[in-house]
């Protein structure tokens, strides 16, 4: 079965640092991947969507990269903030549907 | 409105009762999504909607739960015969369009007990 796997661990990374999340998938071949963030009590909040002919996306200081061989994607946060704390969720797009993996929770240490 | 509302936004209840949650999405989306989140994990996909019809129920755990969006617009997502499992965040969220690569915003949620 169709299985999406995260850092299981929480992440501490020093403010101003690079914080690179990981996620890896088995048994498919989505088509996208998509990275959302999801706050204590709140609903997961679409970040950016990446297709598998793409290699890699930016937008401001988020970059994703998606290799189809690995089968797996990092998010990095580049410049990082305490307000980047979060917990970030990888999902992939399967027969109209999002399957989420459980996400990362990250921590941006001042 | 300004984004995807969930009602109540919390619901405690006894097992074995009915429960009904309310989605009212973004106006003008015609797609519409029910996951559930449990603590630790990430959203699980319950049901579709395409416009008034669920485009895809493959999700829903059992036939104790079930789904309408009756106008196209709000949806109502019932639970008969709740079970302590049933415990968790209920999460609706629309797209503009019935895509799988459209963005989709989810509301708050609304967090089910069940004792």
């Known amino acids: 079965s169709q299985k999406i796997e995260q850092n299981s661990e929480a992440l501490n990374i020093q403010e101003g640092k690079t914080a690179t999340l990981t996620c890896n998938y088995t048994n498919y071949s989505p088509a996208y991947l998509q990275w959302y963030r999801q706050d204590p009590g709140r609903g997961p909040v679409f970040l950016l969507l990446i297709r598998e002919n793409e290699k890699e996306k930016r937008k401001e200081r988020l970059k994703v990269t998606f290799d189809t061989t690995l089968k797996q994607s990092l998010f990095h946060i580049t410049a990082s903030q305490p307000a980047d704390s979060a917990t970030y969720l990888c999902a992939l797009l399967r027969d109209d549907k999002i399957i989420f993996g459980k996400g990362t929770r990250l921590h941006i240490l001042p | 409105g300004a984004g995807v509302s969930q009602t109540p936004s919390n619901k405690v209840t006894e097992k074995g009762k009915y429960v009904e949650l309310r989605c009212d999405p973004i106006?003008?989306?015609?797609?519409l999504y029910w996951y559930r989140q449990s603590l630790g994990q990430g959203p699980e996909f319950l049901i579709y909607?395409?416009?008034?019809?669920?485009?895809?129920d493959s999700g829903l755990p059992n036939d104790r739960f079930f789904a309408v969006r009756p106008e196209g617009s709000v949806s109502t997502l019932k639970i008969q015969r709740t079970e302590r499992g049933d415990s968790a965040v209920y999460l609706c969220?629309?797209?503009?369009?019935?895509?799988?690569?459209?963005?989709?915003?989810f509301g708050p949620g609304t967090r089910l007990t069940v004792l």
């Open positions: 909607f395409q416009g008034t019809g669920a485009a895809d």
């Open positions: 106006s003008g989306h015609t797609a």
């Open positions: 969220a629309s797209s503009r369009r019935p895509r799988p690569e459209d963005t989709q915003y």
